[in-house]
């Protein structure tokens, strides 16, 4: 039975609502949900078809999304934007060699992100592709009858922070609560049922051929939890680079030359119907007018798999250095998942499955679809709908701030499951002190100098109060696309400031293996290091505090203790020098042998406060 909700403040009855998953591609967009009776995942049709171009037309008065924005690319390309998806989150530096693909106005912002010029109007990637996912939205809402609101989109696996956000950016600005955002081949394998439901670890090859760009990743799916061993690819390789390579071959073979552009477009989307009437028929012709002529063009199988076997081989190369990053055999790989339309070819469904000989190919799930379904069946775990399935992201490094004496104190800890929220009470180490430095470090190791810093920020304005009297709260937030907000509150005023920082950024898979490898291997003089580090803060503190009591209580001292307190400060003073642990500690209890009778005299809480407790710098 449907669930009926009722706004109790209005008294109407609200439209159920759909949860989708949507796979936001370069080429081509897919949305997708679960059947409520058969609670399997499906595709919705779009505009008649089971995709929808990923490209818009900016007319005059308004802006065509879909099939019918790729009709102008040939009667008026400058107006017509397509592969988007390569525009996101990125700067024109970032772009390279991908913008020779794009035949619309790119503006060069610098060191910022890209916009998109149309005439005298600029617009952002976020912007363009949320005109894609309204558009989506509003089909799918008609199609079902429902509200969407709630939807998981999908992203390559070697997106980096930057894009992933601004993918999320554009969902929220088509009036979207995204749930999440996963990467492509997570989804895949989830359509698959891959790594559910079983406690045995599974390693898959995720091989995605779309349009214009290949991906490979190699996944190891273990309780739930999706680790990506290690992502390839070429941003510039996909079913297009097959259409272009049949195309030049009828070019060369009938002899046809100085084609105009409309006419360059015809021969190329000619290739295309080609290439996919040939992943079922053995052969292919049609009449087309050119050059004032009718000409039949042909094209079979044996020909067309000599055409585009250097784009296969192109892939194949790349599946086997992602492989040796996973630092894998292909005989190790135990599930194959083709994705992406271009895996229909049938060439190279046989060059994928002579590769990993070993390993299970599958490919029942149509590759268009598979991306979008698996993405609905996430968003139908993160509504709660399915209580069978456990679907974690863990944090792969450490996360915490430098505490005095340079060492790392950890308030999220790796392979946490996100989304988490850990907070920790800290204090300061020095009376009157107004401004805190809270720097924050992503890594294992004990001293905050062998980790990696992410950020930093200064809490300022704490009202000046003695050492170890405020209450300064830090707070750290891991959301599921694994931002990290961190946040600092001095309890006693109210005092705050927070920071938003992006600990996977510009960290490869490679480095973090080798930091946790380090953390390991230094296990034992990272303990070392710490145990000193934080006995020479005990010391230094326990320093600063005596100088303190003698300054406060002149009354209480005579001039043979002041002499005998200045000679073991001395003392403890050239032990931290020397760096020897166990020294400083024993004169760390002889000085608080020393002071301990007078410090009980006057009962100062500072002081013995001052004395224990952890402190920022
Ligand atoms: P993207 O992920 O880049 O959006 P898709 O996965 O939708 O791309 O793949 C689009 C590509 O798949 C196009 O190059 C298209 O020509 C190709 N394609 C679609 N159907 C077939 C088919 N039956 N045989 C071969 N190629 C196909
Ligand atoms: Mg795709």
């Known amino acids: 039975m449907a669930k009926i ?13 759909a949860v989708i998953g949507i796979d936001l591609g370069t080429t081509n967009s897919l949305i997708a949900t679960i059947n409520p009776k058969t609670k399997k995942p499906f595709c919705l049709p779009i ?28 009667s008026d390309p400058k107006n017509t934007l397509y592969s988007i998806k390569r525009l996101m989150g990125r700067s024109f530096h970032d772009l390279g060699h991908e913008l020779n693909k794009l035949n619309y106005k790119i503006v060069d912002n610098h060191d910022q992100l890209v916009q ?20 989506l939205k509003k089909v799918g809402q008609k199609e079902l009858q429902k509200d969407i609101q709630k ?30 955002i996963i990467n492509e081949p997570t989804a895949a394998s989830l359509a698959y049922g891959i790594g559910i439901n079983t406690d045995q670890p599974k390693t898959v090859a995720i091989y995605d051929l779309g349009g214009g760009t290949f991906d490979i990743s190699i996944l190891k799916i273990q309780q739930g939890i999706f680790e990506v061993l290690s992502t390839n690819g070429d941003t510039a390789l996909g079913g297009d680079d097959i259409d272009q390579a049949i195309k030049n071959y009828w070019i060369s073979f009938y002899d046809l030359k100085l084609l105009s552009r409309s006419k360059n477009q015809l021969l190329r989307l000619t290739a295309e119907e080609a290439k996919i009437q040939l992943s079922k028929d053995k052969s292919f012709h049609k009449k087309i007018a050119i050059q004032n002529q009718h000409i039949t063009l042909e094209l079979d199988r044996d020909r067309m798999n000599t055409i585009l076997s250097p784009i296969i081989e192109k892939s194949i190369a790349i599946c086997k250095n992602a492989l040796s990053d996973a630092n894998l055999s292909t005989d190790e790989i135990e599930e194959v998942i083709l994705v992406g339309g271009s895996t229909r070819t049938l060439a190279v469904k046989q060059a994928v499955q002579k590769l990993f000989s070993s390993a299970n190919v599958n490919d029942d799930i149509n590759p268009d679809e598979v991306v979008a379904l698996g993405a609905a069946i996430e968003a139908d775990i993160l509504a709660g709908n399915r209580t069978d399935m456990l679907l974690l992201d863990v944090t792969p490094l450490s996360l915490g701030i430098e505490t005095i004496g340079g060492l790392m104190d950890v308030l999220i800890p790796r392979n946490s499951k996100i989304p988490i929220q850990l907070k920790k009470e800290y204090t300061t ?13 992503q890594g294992e190791r004990e001293m905050i100098k062998d980790n990696r810093k992410i950020g930093e920020f200064i809490l300022k304005g704490i009202p000046a109060m003695p050492a170890g009297i405020p209450k300064i709260e830090m707070s750290f937030m891991l959301n599921a696309d694994g931002i990290l907000q961190v946040s600092a509150k001095e309890l006693r005023s109210g005092v705050k400031q927070e920071i938003t920082l992006k600990p996977q950024y510009g960290i490869s898979d490679e480095q973090i293996k080798t930091m946790l490898q380090d953390s390991i291997k230094f296990a034992q003089s990272d303990m070392d290091e710490r145990s000193l580090a934080e006995t020479i803060t005990e010391a230094n ?46 004169r760390i209890e002889e000085l ?8 009980e005299q006057v009962m100062d809480h500072q002081i013995s406060k001052a004395l224990r407790g952890k402190n920022i710098t």
Do not use: W
């Not at 608080?592 to 410090?599: G, H, Q, S, V």
């Open 5 to 17: 909700s009722i706004d109790i403040n209005s008294g109407t009855i609200q439209k159920d609502n």
């Open 116 to 135: 998109v010029r149309i005439d005298d109007q600029f617009y952002s990637p976020i912007e363009l592709s949320s005109y894609i996912l309204k558009e």
């Open 541 to 586: 503190q326990l320093i600063y505090a005596t100088h303190k009591f003698m300054r406060d209580n002149p009354q209480l001292l005579l001039e043979k203790h002041i002499q005998t307190m200045s000679g073991l400060i001395r003392k403890l003073e050239d032990s931290i020098h020397k760096k020897d642990r166990l020294t400083i500690n024993n």
């Open 151 to 180: 939807v998981v989109i999908t992203v390559p696996a070697y997106f980096n922070d930057s894009q992933r956000q601004a993918t999320r950016d554009a969902g929220k600005l088509a009036g979207l609560d995204v749930l999440r």
């Open 592 to 599: 608080n042998e020393f002071t301990k009778p007078f410090a």
């Open 47 to 74: 505009h008649g078809k089971n995709s929808m171009p990923s490209a818009l037309y900016f007319d005059a008065q308004k802006i065509e999304v879909g099939s019918m924005a790729l009709e102008k690319l040939v």
């Open 429 to 441: 180490s020095i009376d009157g002190q107004v401004n805190l430095a809270v720097n924050v470090y």
